[in-house]
């Protein structure tokens, strides 16, 4: 049976600051996210109030924007490393 003759560095733990790190950058990413589509649903349906439109048609076209932006941020952000 062969042993490891080097003890577990704290490198290789489930708190090493390479994984927080990317915990911290992917959980960035989501919550930027959120805010972006959430942003952009509440001036969507502001518009609708403030217009009095029969159908919510600012909330849905800025609830697609938001999707495409967050998709765009997210994109972005996962690619540049």
Do not use: C, E
């Not at 003759?5 to 959980?27: E, I, M, Q, V």
């Not at 990413?29 to 502001?46: D, P």
Request: aromatic share 12%.
């Amino acid at each position: 049976m062969a042993t490891n003759p080097l003890p577990p560095s704290d490198a290789d733990g489930p708190n090493s600051p390479d994984r927080l790190r990317a915990f911290a950058k992917y959980s960035g990413i989501a919550f930027q996210m959120l805010a972006t589509i959430g942003l952009s649903a509440w001036a969507g349906t502001w518009l609708d109030g403030h217009f009095q439109t029969k159908n919510p048609w600012w909330t849905i076209g800025l609830m697609l924007f938001g999707v495409l932006a967050a998709l765009y941020q997210v994109i972005r952000g996962l690619t540049k490393g």
